[in-house]
């Protein structure tokens, strides 16, 4: 499938997001190709950073929405129509900064999308603030002295708020990462999926992370122990990427909509509305 | 003598059930064949403080409420000392004499028959009403039956109690002998429930709202009918997650309104400038109440004009209509929803709390409402570009799923297919595609009601939302003024309004300090001979806006 669209690609030579924009490709396409996803059903939406640049580089339907705002506008579109397979492409500025209250609620209320959150722990395309990911310390433009912070932790916040599918990916495993894509897409439920993306240009991390990552799949972890993924979120030492939870629970759509596709009704209900007046 | 316009408050403390009172006053009413206005005035809070409700009812419409009564309730001592100077001459105060003793007077031990047949507080509502009932000569059997279809918890002690205030008030039985029709002239809703319904008659798939008074009842109203109207309706966290959910789900094809006041409007901006760019049909319910900021936020106001005509960053064409009473809310809401939908832009439904959280006899027919279709696209899909450019600037739409093309919107500027761009050329082309719109618009609105004159006279009392209905009701003692209700404020119907005011003098009456829709009519290039502004968080009384026209236009 060709996913490609004529947008001239601006990411920096080298920027993390090449290699997070690939393995979303390849996951989608194995998708389709394996008969469990139609790319006509998808709707991308993203916020706005470097990460924004996603929806205009993938030829599907999108929605490139506001900063902090991807979530609640693919939530909407579930809503309206829960035959959709959404994902909101958000920044680490963006979704735990400005939007930090739609993904704590999103988890909460389990709404049936994908969150994928290009977490280069700093603010791209504003060129190099620091964010609620930077380490302290960070020097960014608007903390030269070092951000006095300490970071969030993403994935903790992610697990007490309720999510349903929490992972880490990291885009110098891109294998891993494809892997990890293609089951946050199958989830029927809110799935988070927070990629290490180094950003070249002002916090280039690859060696860090490629020294310090691991993979939790090689070390036996049980992403249906809810304790044990919680241990995981909180190590800082060596860095566990893949899935660190999953369970299946009824989602927000499920539960508020039963059979209803408030998109595709169309007649009135004008017969009910007169009831309700003539009660009155 | 046969008396026709009556007006009745009930006043008490919050928990004492006065609106309650009100309604079933107003329902009784109703039933007597009486057209009815029902203000509930209420501070922000939930228990304590000073409630009150005013009904003014008539065989012929009332278009608003009266501040001196006919009738007074007072359910505790506050209401006696707040309301017993609006008690017009040859009127009955009714009081309770567990807190109060007064001359003259009608004294019921309130409190004690509760306490007697085991009641509860709010039961002093129910012995408000049943006074009210017992002075208007309402035959007991037919209280008991609008008893029996409001009541329905605690029907036989709120019967009883009803009993004992008849028994007790005999001498004033019927003091008042009201004119009466043989059929109900309406069905009773407040201005909230008609836009509600109206956005449903015009096809609202989904609502999404965070509370704020008063536009909190918009959101009440449709959840509790949700299922049957066959609706989504959700309360997310915060305005902001409203808005951009609401921009996705009419992006998904789902005609959607968002709803609340002021401040919570103003946390919407951003998007509503993103619904503005991304050309997505939005319909906002925009309740107002004296500001700024917090403000006074169960009163009524018109300072939020110039924030509805002029939200959002950038230039884009939108709509900002205001409906007076639950008629045109009924119609213009869900002409409203129509007219976002055609031309893919945000539109405003600018109203107060005067109208919103009033019941007034209503009559609309749901069956009369028609679904405008947005422009749909029939082409070859692999040409399919979003924003195609077009003469009239619309767009023909798709919504997901569609095989063989994709639908992409966007908050940055664009090109056709949706593509962000930066080139000078096509951001020109864009701008200037959106633009026509505003020219379609303005083409659309030659056939529709944008302004309304009512009555005759030479002289002209501009006006608009709720506060038309003031002056409705004010020139009804007023000579030789006529009442013209500017509904569509933006674009603004200058041709309507010409042709309307056709030289006569303008006396503009506002709920505004600084008077906003004055400045507007100014700035469209029309004279304003003299104006009437009020600004205490109350809707203007209509003897009192009588006079102040006959002032204004000696
Ligand atoms: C409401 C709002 N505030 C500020 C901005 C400016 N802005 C654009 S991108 C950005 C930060 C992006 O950082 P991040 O979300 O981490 O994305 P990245 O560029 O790193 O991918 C900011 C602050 C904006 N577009 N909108
Ligand atoms: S600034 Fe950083 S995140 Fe943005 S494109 Fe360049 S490398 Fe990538
Ligand atoms: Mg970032």
């Avoid at chain 2, 309130?110 to 309402?138: E, H, N, Q, R, Y």
């Avoid at chain 2, 709202?209 to 309360?235: F, I, Q, R």
């Avoid at chain 2, 789900?249 to 401040?263: D, E, F, K, L, N």
């Avoid at chain 2, 405008?372 to 692999?382: A, C, F, K």
Wanted: hydrophobic share 40%; aromatic share 8%.
């Amino acid at each position: 499938m060709n996913l490609e669209t004529y947008a001239e690609n601006t990411w920096c030579k080298g920027c993390g997001n090449f290699g997070l924009l690939n393995s979303f490709k390849d996951a989608v396409n194995e998708l389709v190709e394996e008969g469990a996803l139609k790319a006509e059903n998808m709707v991308i939406s993203s916020g706005i950073g470097c990460h924004g640049k996603t929806v205009d580089y993938l030829n599907l339907n999108s929605f490139y929405s506001l900063h902090g705002r991807a979530i609640s506008c693919v939530s909407g579109m579930k809503i309206a129509n829960p035959n959709l397979t959404v994902v909101a492409f958000q920044g680490d500025g963006d979704a735990f900064g400005e939007g930090i209250a739609h993904v704590i609620f999103s988890a909460k209320r389990n709404m049936d999308a994908m969150l994928l959150v290009h977490d280069n722990m700093v603010y791209g395309l504003t060129t190099g603030q620091f964010t609620p990911t930077s380490d302290k310390g960070f020097k960014g433009k608007s903390t030269p002295r070092g951000s006095i912070e300490e970071p969030m932790n993403p994935l903790a916040l992610v697990l007490a708020s309720g999510g349903t599918f929490v992972a880490r990916g990291f885009v110098g495993k891109r294998k891993h990462l494809v892997g990890l894509f293609k089951k946050a897409l199958l989830h029927k439920g809110f799935s988070f999926v927070n990629v290490l993306q180094p950003c070249v240009t002002f916090n280039n991390t690859y060696s860090h992370f490629r020294e310090n990552t691991y993979i939790l799949e090689d070390e036996g972890h049980d992403p249906a122990d809810f304790q044990a993924a919680w241990d995981k979120a909180l190590e800082t030492e060596r860095i566990p990427i893949g899935l660190f939870y999953q369970v299946e629970k009824p989602t927000f759509t499920d539960l508020l909509l039963e059979d209803l596709v408030p998109a595709e009704r169309r007649k009135p209900p004008s017969t009910a509305i007169s009831e309700i007046i003539s009660e009155r | 003598m046969v008396q026709d316009l009556l007006t009745v408050i009930v006043g008490g403390e919050a928990g004492h059930g006065v609106k309650k009172s009100g309604n079933v006053i107003s329902i009784l009413m109703n039933e007597l064949g009486r057209y009815v206005f029902e203000m509930d005035d209420y501070p922000s809070l939930i228990r304590g403080g000073h409630n009150f409700s005013v009904v003014s009812s008539s065989t012929s419409p009332v278009y608003s409420h009266y501040m001196s009564a006919d009738i007074i309730v007072c359910l505790d001592k506050r209401s006696v000392d707040m309301h017993k100077d609006r008690l017009k001459d040859g009127g009955s105060l009714v009081y309770n004499a567990d807190t109060v003793t007064l001359d003259p007077g009608t004294g019921l031990p309130m409190k004690t028959w509760i306490k007697d047949i085991k009641g509860i507080p709010l039961m002093a509502g129910t012995i408000g009403v049943a006074a009210v009932s017992a002075l208007c000569g309402v035959e007991f059997s037919f209280l008991e039956r609008i008893f029996k279809a409001n009541y329905p918890r605690g029907l036989e002690a709120n019967v009883e109690l009803a009993r004992m205030v008849y028994e007790r008030m005999k001498d004033d039985e019927g003091k008042f002998e009201l004119a009466t029709a043989e059929t109900r002239p309406g069905h009773l809703l407040a201005g909230n429930e008609a836009i509600a319904l109206g956005a449903a008659a015009a096809g609202l798939d989904v609502y999404i709202a965070y509370p704020m008074t008063p536009a909190s009842s918009v959101l009440h109203y449709l959840a509790d009918l949700s299922k049957k109207l066959g609706m989504a309706v959700v309360h997310p966290e915060t305005e902001i997650a409203v808005i951009n959910m609401a921009l996705g789900s009419a992006y998904a094809g789902a005609r959607t309104a968002v709803g609340s006041s002021g401040g919570g409007f103003a946390l919407m901006h951003e998007a509503f400038s993103l619904a503005g760019m991304s050309e997505t049909p939005l319909m906002v319910i925009l309740a107002s109440r004296p500001g700024p900021s917090t403000g006074v936020p169960t009163y009524t106001c018109q300072g939020d004009l110039d924030f509805a005509l002029n939200v959002g960053h950038g230039e884009f064409p939108r709509i900002v209509l205001s409906p007076s009473g639950t008629n045109q809310a009924f119609e213009k809401a869900a002409e409203l929803l129509n007219l976002v939908w055609k031309f893919q832009v945000p539109g405003i439904l600018l109203t107060e709390k005067h109208l919103g959280e009033s019941w007034m006899t209503t009559s609309i027919d749901p069956e009369s409402v028609e679904i405008t279709e947005p422009s749909l696209y029939d082409g070859p899909l692999e040409q399919y570009g979003r924003y195609e450019k077009t003469d009239s600037g619309i767009s023909p739409m798709l919504f997901p799923p569609v095989k063989g093309t994709v639908v992409k919107a966007s908050s940055y500027e664009h090109d056709q297919k949706g593509i962000t761009t930066e080139e000078a050329e096509k951001v020109v082309e864009m701008q200037e595609k959106r633009y026509r719109k505003e020219k379609a618009i303005r083409e659309e609105m030659r056939n529709l009601l944008t302004v309304a004159t009512y009555g005759e006279g030479s002289k002209s009392l501009v006006t608009y939302g709720s506060t038309t209905l003031s002056a409705l009701e004010a020139v009804k003692n007023v000579d030789d003024v006529r009442v013209v209700q500017v509904i569509f404020l933006r674009p603004f119907p200058d041709w309507a309004l010409q042709e309307a005011l056709s030289g006569s003098d303008v006396i503009v009456a506002e709920l505004s300090i600084s008077g906003q829709f004055e400045n507007l009519l100014r700035s469209k290039g029309f004279d304003v001979s003299a104006h009437i502004r009020q600004y205490d968080g109350r809707a203007f009384d209509p003897p009192e806006l009588a006079a102040r026209i006959r002032e204004a236009t000696q």
